[in-house]
């Protein structure tokens, strides 16, 4: 069989099998392996033994259960809403002040948990009954939770990152760095937005009456809502910093983050034994569904890898005669696709070993590819109507919201990241300027 029609044969599999609702990760791994069996025979067994291997003691991979329990420990100590009422307490009593706290703390909520899924799930649990309650437009309200908590994975620490770094051999350090200042671009064009469309209209974003007429915050009060705040902020600081200035691996740093969260939930009488077990409880939950999907989505592309399907690509792209930047942009299309179907764990795992390669012998930097792959499945997985993450929303909204109002409420949000997407691909030094300055 060729590897034409062998990648033909995967991609069908696939979407039957996704379209059946089979578990993710397991549709992935047995489909590599029933083809690979049709097509070897007893030798293609020999990759689940490597995959394991490769995949499960990768001392990097160790640091995602860490940085997800990091995360739970602090949404479930409730230093995540002392975060939030922190940031609204600083913006004050404007109009949209509470969607732009919502931006702000929810990016942050997000890169606490690393990953799309729960960050969406997390943020919106927090603050989108808050911005309904004080009369907010519905799609001003999902839209900017789905911004907000979705863009957790361009803020480091950020799983899908650690996953391209193990899966291409690049350093984490420089692509946390690379993805710093579009993700600061991009949460600055997020609560420009929000400014602007509620200043041409405010009925999106009514003052906050109800507010006035609660007692105001005494000193004390005030300086625990800060002090919350702040440590928890400077924990996510002090990890990010740990792995810039080299002090601690990222494995290690995500140990720095655990055991800090720890000692500020202590610190601050938030610490209850009950608390402790459900994070922990919630974590092994969220580990053990992305480890089955790293698993199979290791095996799929480990086989084919093998079976040549980066030869292929590399002289589908040759006989194009294509300038090299419309490579990257057709990759870019392809990625964008696979978004509607496949979570970002996927897009990365497949993606990154075939894509990465190609775009370095075209010359281009792999942290600069590694962070507009990571802009682009943030945009894919929050394109209607198939996008990933816009059921993680459904999940948790109101009972009445329909599918239709999230499509809507998204699309303002998506557009600004795709902004953001071409920027870094016209001006490169936006990614590579930090990471070259400060790790030479």
């Known amino acids: 069989m060729g590897i034409e029609l062998l990648t033909a044969v995967l991609l069908g599999c696939i979407l039957i099998f996704f379209a059946l609702g089979a578990q993710v990760g397991l549709a992935l791994g047995g489909i590599a392996m029933l083809v690979g069996y049709a097509t070897w025979g007893e030798g293609i067994f020999n990759v689940i033994p490597t995959t394991i291997e490769s995949t499960y003691f990768s001392f990097i991979l160790l640091a995602i259960p860490l940085y997800i329990y990091m995360g739970q420990l602090l949404t479930k100590s409730g230093i995540g809403d002392a975060m939030f009422n922190f940031s609204q307490m600083l913006i004050g009593r404007v109009r949209g002040s509470l969607a732009i706290s919502v931006i702000g703390v929810c990016s942050m909520i997000g890169a606490m948990v690393g990953i799309i899924g729960a960050g969406i799930m997390t943020s919106g649990s927090i603050a989108l009954k808050p911005m309904l309650e004080r009369g907010y437009n519905k799609q001003l309200a999902l839209g900017v939770i789905m911004a907000g908590g979705g863009l957790g994975i361009l803020i ?26 579009p993700a600061l671009l991009t949460v600055a064009a997020l609560i420009t937005y929000v400014i602007i469309s509620c200043k041409l209209n405010p009925e999106r974003a009514p003052l906050d009456h109800e507010l006035d007429q609660q007692p105001a915050l005494t000193p004390k009060q005030k300086f625990i809502t800060a002090r919350d705040g702040m440590f928890a902020m400077l924990l996510i600081v002090a990890v990010l910093g740990s792995i810039i200035t080299g002090i601690a691996t990222p494995t290690e740093s995500g140990a720095i983050g655990v055991v800090g969260a720890i000692l500020l939930a202590i610190m601050f009488k938030r610490f209850k034994v009950r608390m402790f077990v459900e994070a922990g409880l919630q974590t092994g939950i969220l580990v053990s569904v992305a480890m089955w999907i790293i698993f199979g989505a290791s095996i799929f592309s ?70 507009l792959m990571i802009i682009n499945i943030l945009i894919a997985v929050q394109t209607p109507p198939y996008g990933f993450a816009l059921f993680y929303l459904k ?17 303002p949000f998506v557009l600004l990241n795709l902004c953001v997407l071409i920027l870094c691909m016209v001006f490169p030094e936006i990614i590579l300027w930090l990471p070259n300055k400060v790790m030479n």
């Open 395 to 411: 999940g948790i909204a109101p009972k009445g919201i329909t599918m239709g109002e999230i499509y809507r409420s998204v699309t």
């Open 302 to 371: 480990n086989f084919h890898l093998l079976m040549g399907v980066q030869s292929m690509i590399a002289s589908f792209t040759a006989s194009l005669d294509l300038p090299p930047i419309m490579i990257i942009i057709m990759f870019q299309l392809i990625m964008l696709l696979l978004g509607f179907i496949i979570d970002e764990f996927i897009i990365v795992l497949m993606c990154a070993p075939l894509f990465t390669p190609i775009a370095v012998s075209l010359g281009y930097d792999p942290i600069w590819f590694g962070v």
């Open 156 to 181: 480091p620490p950020s799983i899908p990152m650690i996953m391209f770094a193990a899966s291409t051999q690049n350093s984490i350090g420089r692509m946390f760095l690379g993805a710093m200042i």
